[in-house]
């Protein structure tokens, strides 16, 4: 969480509650039913379902699963319904935190969304109080064994098929670009014989909020135990951690 990747600071990924087999097929599952609500449940002509069964795939979630979320979703089947929210609010220093949910009980999530920014030093806000620091931004990101070209070459390549900026991040491009232009980035990218590992909307702050270090571990706490939430999908600000605290994990 620390530095200044644009990745690092606003894609603050759940991962803990993915250790197991069944937690990772649940959140799986629930992006599938998302994906599916939004745009239907045709993988070529849904970008973004088809992202998401890509990565059902890869985490061997059995079909008869995968078929009884879409099921649901396009409400042919009875079953649980989920819906998309998004809560706005404040962390310790004053920092900004947008958090995606997906929930079949939204007085329970808004309850403990509440209970959490409480307890952890921060406020739940109204809708709007922070989304106007950021910017709706397209990510993916493409491993870096995958690509022949030089990383200049690459660069020119995907600026033309619509990217706005890229940043090398370990062992990964990672391409940032207005949301509308995921679809045309990854039919490049196949183009090329090269495909993305990773692809989804995120919010890009437009400024930045750098925490003292007496604050650090407060902001990093909420923020984990935002991330921990079963009904988060992913959770968004615009702290910048010191790179001491970094240092220290």
């Given at each position: 969480m620390s530095g200044h990747s644009k990745w690092k600071n606003i894609a603050h990924r759940k991962g803990k509650q993915d250790s197991s087999k069944g937690q990772l097929f649940t959140r799986l599952c629930r992006d599938i039913y998302t994906a599916t609500r939004r745009g239907g449940a045709n993988p070529d002509t849904n970008y973004h379902l088809k992202m998401a069964l890509e990565k059902a795939r890869v985490a061997s979630v059995p079909n008869d699963t995968v078929i009884r979320t879409i099921a649901k979703a396009t409400g042919t089947l009875e079953g649980v319904r989920y819906e998309d929210l998004m809560y706005e609010g404040y962390g310790p220093s004053g920092v900004a935190i947008m958090i995606a949910l997906s929930t079949n009980n939204r007085n329970r999530t808004a309850a403990e969304m509440r209970h959490l920014f409480s307890k952890y030093g921060g406020s739940l806000g109204?809708?709007?109080?922070?989304?106007?620091?950021?910017?709706?931004?397209?990510?993916?990101?493409?491993?870096?064994?995958?690509?022949?070209?030089?990383?200049?070459?690459?660069?020119?390549?995907?600026?033309?098929?619509?990217?706005?900026?890229?940043?090398?991040?370990?062992?990964?491009?990672?391409?940032?670009?207005?949301?509308?232009?995921?679809?045309?980035?990854?039919?490049?990218?196949?183009?090329?014989?090269?495909?993305?590992?990773?692809?989804?909307?995120?919010?890009?702050?437009?400024t930045w909020v750098d925490v003292p270090i007496e604050d650090a571990d407060k902001v990093a706490t909420l923020i984990g135990m935002l991330e921990e939430h079963e009904d988060v999908q992913s959770v968004s600000t615009n702290v910048r951690l010191p790179e001491e605290y970094g240092s220290e994990e």
């Amino acid at each position: 969480m620390s530095g200044h990747s644009k990745w690092k600071n606003i894609a603050h990924r759940k991962g803990k509650q993915d250790s197991s087999k069944g937690q990772l097929f649940t959140r799986l599952c629930r992006d599938i039913y998302t994906a599916t609500r939004r745009g239907g449940a045709n993988p070529d002509t849904n970008y973004h379902l088809k992202m998401a069964l890509e990565k059902a795939r890869v985490a061997s979630v059995p079909n008869d699963t995968v078929i009884r979320t879409i099921a649901k979703a396009t409400g042919t089947l009875e079953g649980v319904r989920y819906e998309d929210l998004m809560y706005e609010g404040y962390g310790p220093s004053g920092v900004a935190i947008m958090i995606a949910l997906s929930t079949n009980n939204r007085n329970r999530t808004a309850a403990e969304m509440r209970h959490l920014f409480s307890k952890y030093g921060g406020s739940l806000g109204e809708s709007g109080c922070v989304a106007w620091m950021f910017k709706s931004t397209g990510v993916m990101t493409v491993a870096t064994d995958q690509v022949a070209m030089s990383e200049d070459d690459f660069t020119l390549v995907m600026l033309d098929a619509g990217i706005d900026d890229v940043e090398i991040d370990e062992e990964q491009y990672l391409l940032y670009m207005a949301p509308e232009h995921l679809a045309q980035v990854e039919e490049a990218l196949l183009a090329a014989d090269m495909h993305s590992e990773r692809a989804e909307l995120a919010y890009l702050p437009i400024t930045w909020v750098d925490v003292p270090i007496e604050d650090a571990d407060k902001v990093a706490t909420l923020i984990g135990m935002l991330e921990e939430h079963e009904d988060v999908q992913s959770v968004s600000t615009n702290v910048r951690l010191p790179e001491e605290y970094g240092s220290e994990e």
